[in-house]
């Protein structure tokens, strides 16, 4: 599936002040679930986001979501099924203000690989709930209560 064929579902969070200058941030994450119902769940220190990043030059959204996964938790995955796009317009720790677009695919984890190269991203698996609660940003919330939804209607 290639960018320009997914339909995009776009949902906002948080608030676009008017004349500030807000540098886009794309990002691509994915969700998955093991067998006990758990969310795969990226814990960085004290921070926890869904597991993806950003978007380099020349990449597609699913070679960016595969490569990520691969760097943070050494995992190959199996993408099943696009969710949507999201943006979140906020502002750093360090003071920058940014829009970041996210999107949100559902996927499966495959062959674990000796490729992970971020050691301080931590994989764990939290019940959904509890995932949504932790995540520090608001639309990765958004994107795993939209899976769910997803998932539990048999769709992927």
């Known amino acids: 599936m290639k960018n320009e064929d997914i339909e995009m579902e776009k949902k906002v969070f948080g608030e676009k002040i008017a004349g500030i200058q807000y540098k886009d941030r794309i990002g691509v994450y994915g969700i ?6 758990k969310v ?8 926890y986001f869904l597991p993806g990043g950003g ?29 949507g ?40 698996w939290l019940d959904p709930e509890e995932c949504i ?5 608001e639309y990765h919330g958004w994107a795993v209560r939209q899976a769910l939804t997803i998932i539990s209607r048999g769709i992927f």
């Open 40 to 47: 795969g769940t990226i814990k960085k220190i004290d921070k």
């Open 32 to 37: 998955a679930l093991n067998k006990e119902g």
């Open 55 to 83: 978007l380099e030059m020349n990449e597609d959204y699913e070679q960016c979501l595969k490569r990520e996964l691969l760097e943070e938790t050494g995992y190959e995955v199996d993408i099943k099924g696009y969710i």
């Open 133 to 137: 609660k932790l995540l520090l940003l």
């Open 85 to 124: 796009e999201a943006i979140l317009y906020h502002q750093t720790r360090t003071k920058k203000y940014l829009r970041g677009i996210g999107h949100f695919y559902i996927i499966d984890l495959l062959n674990l690989t000796n490729k992970k190269i971020e050691e301080d991203h931590e994989l764990v």
